[in-house]
């Protein structure tokens, strides 16, 4: 197997990606995409526009149905096996439920990150090497969360576990990070310490960051290019300068802004 990478292969690039669920939704629809190392992508649209789609189908939790995705040069879409489970390894997933094991210690959730590195018995065992132990602690201080390493992940804020939930993903030295509504479930100020928390990773890192957001103040207060997604389908692609609320009410017929959003579900 050649494991070839191209030094200019863009970090994730999408090609005619299409994507119809059993039920005959179109999920996506004819997707081109190409994002560059170091990126800072948020994704917007209006409920049921394909955003997590979209980002399920990048670490393939999702298969496409059409069309061919790669991560740095090699084909995700048509990986299998060995060669897959070290695509995936790359690609770190956050989730608005945070998805930790409750019961176990923050410690514990963010050594699971380690997972694809050394397979799942030496994970259920607990047997993880200490350069992994260290690895851990250096996550947990990244997001500020050292003295709770030895806390259930349940006895944490809700904020906080989301915190413990990029550390697990700095952990598998993700080069990616794909997080799905992280901060749908949270109050402004945790908002902001995830979001924050989210921005330094990738600046300091330059871990590739693609973030599923409904609030498009939110999506322009933190990333540098906005893709906005209707129907399955882009309908715009462009820094935030441009991504202003004109052209979103332009676009979507009125503005995809949380406070708007509200209003209408109130
Ligand atoms: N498993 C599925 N089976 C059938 N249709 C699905 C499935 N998952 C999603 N869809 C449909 O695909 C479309 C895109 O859904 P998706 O969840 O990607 O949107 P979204 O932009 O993430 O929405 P939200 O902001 O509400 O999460 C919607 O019409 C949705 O109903």
């Known amino acids: ?23 005959q939704t179109k999920g996506l629809q004819q997707i081109h995409l190409s994002i560059d190392q170091g990126e800072f992508v948020a994704v917007v649209g209006l409920s049921g526009a394909g955003k997590s789609t979209l980002l399920r189908a990048i670490n393939r939790l999702h298969d496409i149905t059409e069309g061919d995705i790669e991560i740095h040069g090699a084909s995700i879409t048509r990986a299998e096996g060995r060669q897959l489970r070290m695509l995936r390894r790359d690609i770190g997933m956050i989730f608005q439920g945070f998805n930790l094991v409750k019961r176990s210690s923050v410690l514990r959730n963010v050594l699971a990150g380690r997972v694809g590195h050394h397979g799942t018995l030496r994970t259920i065992l607990g047997l993880f090497p200490k350069q992994d132990v260290d690895l851990a602690f250096e996550a947990l201080a990244r997001v500020n969360l050292i003295e709770k390493a030895y806390a259930r992940a349940d006895e944490l804020s809700g904020g906080q576990q989301q915190r413990v939930a990029i550390a697990r993903v700095l952990a598998q030295e993700a080069k990616i990070i794909l997080a799905d509504e992280p901060v749908a479930s949270l109050d402004p100020l945790t908002t902001k310490q995830v979001m ?12 590739t960051t693609i973030i599923n957001l409904h609030d498009i103040d939110l999506a322009r207060a933190y990333a540098t290019r906005i893709i906005g997604l209707r129907a399955g389908e882009i309908v715009f692609d462009g820094p935030v300068e441009e991504a202003t609320d004109e052209r979103f009410t332009e676009i979507y017929g009125r503005t995809l802004r949380a406070e708007s959003v509200q209003e209408i579900n109130a």
């Open 1 to 23: 197997m050649t494991h070839h990478r191209p030094e200019n292969a863009a970090m994730i690039k999408l090609t005619n990606v299409s994507k119809v669920y059993p039920n």
């Open 196 to 207: 924050d928390d989210l921005l330094h990773i990738n600046q300091e890192l330059k871990i």
